[in-house]
């Protein structure tokens, strides 16, 4: 008999900080600081940066941080997590690189972020 899946987040989750770093021919370059928070369904993003982001063109930046939190959805809604979403996360710090910095970087960023917040929650008895 298996378990209802439990809610993510089950409390806040805050400072969840990233780097996705990559050096080769086709450098990655995404950093992401962000908070997950209990929702009452679903999933929502918002950007309250707590500093601005001394990137140019800061025309890509809303970009990036799509590619993120698609990257933190992703990663939330596969099956193997058995989980409810329902969750607001929030961007509070980014830094991007001129060099590397593109929506993958920042999808990856993401992703891991969510990985990160979800190991948070299961060693503290999420499931």
């Known amino acids: 008999m298996s378990s209802a899946p439990h809610r993510f987040p089950p409390h806040p989750i805050r400072g969840v900080r990233v780097l996705h770093q990559k050096q080769n021919c086709a ?3 995404a950093q992401i600081e962000v908070d997950f ?3 009452a369904a679903g999933f929502t993003f918002e950007v309250a940066l ?3 982001v001394d990137y140019e063109p800061s025309a890509d930046l809303p970009r990036f941080f799509a590619a993120a939190a698609a990257g933190i ?3 939330l809604s596969l099956a193997e997590h058995d989980i409810v979403i329902a969750t607001r996360v929030v961007l509070r710090h980014a830094r991007a ?3 590397g910095s593109r929506e993958l970087a ?3 960023a993401g992703f891991l972020a969510a990985r990160k917040a979800l190991g948070h929650a299961r060693r503290e008895g999420l499931g």
Do not use: C, L
Request: aromatic fraction near 16%; charged fraction near 40%.
């Open 37 to 39: 928070e209990p929702a």
């Open 50 to 52: 707590e500093s601005p």
């Open 27 to 29: 450098p990655q370059f």
């Open 73 to 75: 959805e992703e990663q």
């Open 97 to 99: 690189d001129r060099f």
């Open 106 to 108: 920042f999808r990856i």
